[in-house]
Structure formats: structure tokens, C-alpha cells
């Protein structure tokens, strides 16, 4: 059992503190945004993420768990401290490194023994080396801190699961003790560590990520190419999938990547590609197709309509995908702005990230409480997410409810075979459109 510090009480950061508590860690957080630390210390999760509510009661009830304000109470007993605060991305590109920058001169200010420093945030390769000058110039002579490189792969509603059982925990560390900790601190998870240096964990990271957006956009870019055609981009990516060299996760066409990961890293990689004279060409191209792709269920609709204004028009599914209430970089954030600025009316709905839309939306767009209301007297329905909800919705729904039920589907809820049975307009992703 080791004393542990997690700074950084976000999506990452939580599920880190929750989840090595969990296997018998002893974890303290520090948090410096005071409305989500008093709802932490009362074991309420500020985010909505599968699972993790329970495990965060079960730790604070074990006492294995615990959260401050205090960077100087929550970090001079720990052994290891976790990094996982927000690493946004400029309009340039590059990272904003001025969170972390904070917590390493608190750590250089809090510290009293020998640390590990482990950075959860994604940084631009280099970054860790820059921490571990800073410590060391910062740092009294006889105190040592070690840096290592531990990027997450957690990917946002099923986080849990995936930190129970991912593929692999890379460790990069530049110092084979400090390795060796890290090792035994996350043995109990059970999952296979990949150990390097730490240059080359940093660029693991972006480059997973963007390899995972550039089978997105492909198969984005396939699906268009589908409809032309005439083959069907469901069919496609099963067949290209049972390829063991492909893969079949990650081919799901739809209305392009969101969240807060894909768009800031494929961002912040090409940056880093300029920043050494490469011009990586096709990440560009792969941002370029996710910005069109967000956009696609408007060029359709436009092509059915031609004016959207005045246009009763229902949004379902506000959050990046299912199972969050993550709404960063969201293809509903683009889909509103450009409905509002065509003089549509437009309702939308979202089983869980409602709340939080009816915060970043703005006032002119009405945020209800059911998808029966949203779509109610609608010209037309806009499927922006794929909620298990929405895929189980009856479609004679969209038939009694809307003034017209013609609905323009951005994740390929339904088969094609099922809304056949219903006088249903139906424009999906890479498949033939279905006309009444
Ligand atoms: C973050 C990084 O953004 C991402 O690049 C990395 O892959 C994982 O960690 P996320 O957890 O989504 O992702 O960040 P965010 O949701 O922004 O949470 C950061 C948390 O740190 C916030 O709760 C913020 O209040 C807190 N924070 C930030 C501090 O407590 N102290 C600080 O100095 C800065
Ligand atoms: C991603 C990575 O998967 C994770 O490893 C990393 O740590 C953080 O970024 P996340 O962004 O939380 O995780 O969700 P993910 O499930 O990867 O989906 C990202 C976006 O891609 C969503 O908008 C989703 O709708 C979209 N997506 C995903 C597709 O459009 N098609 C797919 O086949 C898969």
C-alpha cells in the first residue's frame, strides 16, 4: 500500500484516485474547484460516469480516500503524486501547460521527502523532462523527485471498466526504481505494463489517439463515398473489420469525433509534428474530415429543405456520445449554433447531459425533459447521439409525434430493414436514404 496524491479532480483525475483506492492504495486529492470539492467530500461524483459514484462512497467509508483544497496538506505525506489536471489546447494548436506549471511549483513548494511525480495529463513530448528540471532546480538538494510518464487511456463512460481492463499501462521512466514502484503500485489491476522512456510514452498517447480519430474520419470518408455508390458503410465495416489487421472497433461511421481528447490531441500532434518541421499531412486531413463530418446532417437537411428558417427542428442526443454528460467538442455544439443561425426553432434533448446543455446552450434553443416532447410537431429530427435510449424508442413514436416524421440520423440507430416498416423519411450515415 502506498500514499498517494491525485491533483486534478476531472475526469481522469477522479477515476484514478477512485480506482487506486480501490485496490488498497491510500489516496488523497486535491482540488482547487471548491463546488466540486464539497460535493466530493460529501461522495457525490461531479461527473456522470458508469460505476464510479459507488466506488467513490466505498473508498471515503474505508478512509482510503479523501480530498482538500490544501495543496500542501494533500501532498507532503504522499510517496507518489498523480498529475492529472486539464492540458487544453490554444486556437493554434499547442497545449496550455499553465495548470500544470501551478502544480509543480506547489509540489516544489509543499514537498518534504523523496516523490514520484506521475503525469496522468497528456503533455507534449518533452514535457516530463521539463518537470524534472523544474523539480530539480526548485527542489533542496537532498529531496529527489522522479518523473514518469502514465497516460491514460480511459475513454469517457466506460472509464471504470477500462481501468480494470485495458489493453496495457505504459510506464515511461527514465529511472528503473521508479519504474519498478510504479510496477508495484499497479500490479493489482492485473493489466499487462509496458515499460519505455519517457519520450516515447509521451508520444503514445497522441499517437493512439490519432490513430483512433484516423479510423474514424476513414471510415467517415468511406461512408460518403458509400452513399454515391450505393453500397451500405454498416455492411462494409463488418466485412473490413473481420480483417484481425483492422479490427472492427473504431469503424462506426456517424457525424465525426467529439470529446475532449481526439480534437485537442489530433490538434496539439500536428503542432508538435510543425513545431520540428513535419508537416503531417494526413492528421490534417484527418481533423479536416472530422470538422466536415460534424456538419454533414446539416448539408442533408439543407439538400431536403432548402431554408431551414422557421423550421421546427428536434435535436436528440446533446452529449459527445453515450453514457456521459461530456458535452466538450460535442457535434451537437455545432449542429445548434448553425440551426440558430438559420433562424431554425429548435428543441433538444438528452437523456443525461440535459442539465448541462440547458447551461452552455443558448437561452433562444429550449432544452426539454423527454425525446416525445423534442420531437413534438417537429419538421424534422436530428439524431446526434447514439443512447441505447434512442435505439430502444419505438418509431411509430416519431410517427404520432412529429408534424412530419423525417429524421436525419447522425449514429445509425436503426436498420434500415426496421424503418422500412414505417412511412418514416430516414437519412442516415453511408446508407441509402429511405423516402416515403
Ligand atoms: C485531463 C487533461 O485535460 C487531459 O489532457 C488528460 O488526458 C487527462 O486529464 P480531464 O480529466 O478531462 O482530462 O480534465 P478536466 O476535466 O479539465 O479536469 C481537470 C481538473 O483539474 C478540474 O477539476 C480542475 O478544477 C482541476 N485542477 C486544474 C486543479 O485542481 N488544479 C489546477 O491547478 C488545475
Ligand atoms: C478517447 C479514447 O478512446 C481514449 O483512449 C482516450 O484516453 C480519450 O479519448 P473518449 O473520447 O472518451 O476516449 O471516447 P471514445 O469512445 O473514444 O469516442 C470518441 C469520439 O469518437 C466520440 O465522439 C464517438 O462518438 C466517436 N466515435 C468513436 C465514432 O464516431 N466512431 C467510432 O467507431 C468510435
Redesign the pocket.
Known amino acids: 500500500m502506498r500514499k498517494i496524491s491525485v ?7 477522479l477515476v484514478t484516485a477512485v480506482s487506486l483506492s480501490s485496490i488498497g492504495h491510500d489516496v488523497t486529492c ?4 471548491k463546488e ?1 470539492l464539497a460535493l466530493l467530500q460529501k461522495g457525490i461524483s461531479p461527473i456522470y460516469e458508469p460505476g464510479l459514484e459507488i466506488m467513490l462512497q466505498e473508498a471515503i467509508n474505508n478512509r482510503r480516500l479523501r480530498f482538500t483544497f490544501e495543496a500542501k496538506e494533500g501532498l507532503e505525506e504522499a510517496e507518489i503524486i498523480y498529475i ?5 489546447t490554444l486556437e493554434n494548436g499547442s497545449v496550455n501547460l499553465d ?1 500544470l506549471e ?2 509543480i511549483n506547489e509540489i516544489a513548494a509543499c514537498i518534504t521527502k523523496n516523490v514520484i511525480v506521475v503525469v ?3 503533455v507534449p513530448v518533452g514535457t516530463n523532462h521539463m518537470i524534472k528540471a523544474k523539480l530539480d532546480q526548485a527542489l533542496p538538494l537532498h529531496i529527489k523527485a522522479e518523473v514518469i510518464s502514465n497516460p ?1 487511456f480511459l475513454r469517457e463512460g466506460s472509464a471504470i471498466y477500462d481501468t480494470f481492463h485495458a489493453d496495457r499501462i505504459v510506464i515511461g521512466a527514465d529511472n528503473q526504481q521508479a519504474a519498478d514502484v510504479m510496477s508495484e503500485v499497479n500490479k493489482p489491476f492485473g493489466v499487462p505494463i509496458f515499460h519505455t522512456d519517457i519520450l516515447s510514452a509521451e508520444m503514445i498517447k497522441y499517437a493512439s489517439n490519432a490513430f483512433l480519430a484516423t479510423k474514424i474520419s476513414f471510415i467517415n470518408e468511406m461512408a460518403n463515398i458509400c452513399e454515391k455508390v450505393g453500397a451500405d458503410i454498416e455492411s462494409v465495416s463488418v466485412g473490413m473489420g473481420m480483417d484481425q489487421r483492422i479490427g472492427p472497433h473504431f469503424l462506426k461511421a456517424g457525424i465525426g469525433y467529439g470529446g ?2 481526439f480534437p ?1 490531441d489530433t490538434k496539439a500532434l500536428s503542432y508538435i509534428a510543425a513545431d520540428v518541421d513535419y508537416d503531417f499531412h494526413l492528421l490534417k486531413a484527418v481533423i479536416d474530415v472530422n470538422n466536415k463530418q460534424q456538419r454533414i446532417l446539416l448539408k442533408k437537411a439543407r439538400e431536403r429543405f432548402q431554408s431551414l428558417n422557421g423550421k421546427k427542428v428536434a435535436l436528440l442526443g446533446l452529449a459527445f456520445k453515450p453514457n456521459t454528460d461530456d458535452m466538450r467538442e460535442s457535434p451537437s455544439l455545432v449542429m445548434a449554433a448553425e440551426l440558430v443561425n438559420e433562424g431554425a426553432e429548435v428543441v433538444a434533448f438528452d437523456p443525461v447531459a440535459g442539465e448541462k446543455a440547458s447551461r452552455i446552450f443558448p437561452t433562444v434553443i429550449n432544452v426539454v425533459e423527454t425525446l416525445e416532447i423534442a420531437i413534438k410537431g417537429a419538421d424534422m429530427a436530428f439524431i446526434l447521439t447514439d443512447w441505447e435510449e434512442f435505439k430502444g424508442t419505438e418509431l411509430s413514436v416519431f410517427v404520432k409525434q412529429m408534424k412530419q416524421p423525417i429524421i436525419f440520423d447522425g449514429r445509425n440507430c436503426f436498420k434500415l430493414t426496421e424503418v422500412e416498416k414505417y412511412p418514416i423519411e430516414y437519412h442516415s450515415i453511408g446508407r441509402k436514404a429511405l423516402l416515403i
Open positions: 491533483v486534478g479532480m476531472g475526469y481522469v483525475g486535491i482540488e482547487m474547484d466540486k492529472a489536471v486539464g492540458t487544453p495548470y501551478m502544480v496522468k495529463s497528456t491514460e475532449s481528447c485537442k
